[in-house]
């Protein structure tokens, strides 16, 4: 059976992402090293709690001489407008995480609204990466 372990997020800074997705969103940091002989890349993995075969892979945007500095930029251009996809988070109460992930200091860019699939809101990381917390009609009321 093949499966889903891990996503690569491009991140502006990999700092500020790690605290972003453990200090308010909650997931764990699941592995950060740091490899001086790969010129110090850095190996940063979050995840859900009690979901430990999946992680997000906080990347950090290459740089020369691994891509151009065109390439680079086109990069960091895409993920700070939110064009470079979205990361979808399922719940079984929008209304509940939503208010929690605002307490913690997650600004939304989208109230919990009813949507075909069910109750759906959205948010941005500091990178700019769309996120979006939604709750499918199975999970439950989407009104």
Do not use: C
């Amino acid at each position: 059976m093949i499966a889903v372990h891990r996503v690569n997020v491009w991140v502006h800074d990999q700092q500020v992402a790690a605290e972003f997705w453990t200090g308010k969103v909650g997931f764990e940091l699941r592995a950060d090293a740091t490899f001086p002989e790969l010129g110090g890349f850095r190996w940063l993995t979050v995840g859900p709690p009690g979901q430990p075969g999946f992680e997000l892979v906080l990347m950090a945007i290459p740089e020369p001489p691994v891509v151009t500095p065109e390439q680079t930029e086109l990069i960091r251009a895409v993920t700070s407008q939110g064009l470079g996809g979205a990361i979808f988070l399922a719940t079984d109460d929008v209304r509940r995480d939503h208010a929690l992930l605002r307490a913690r200091g997650v600004e939304f860019t989208e109230e919990p609204e009813p949507r075909p699939y069910g109750l759906d809101a959205g948010f941005r990381d500091p990178s700019g990466n769309q996120v979006r917390l939604t709750q499918t009609r199975e999970d439950g009321d989407t009104t």
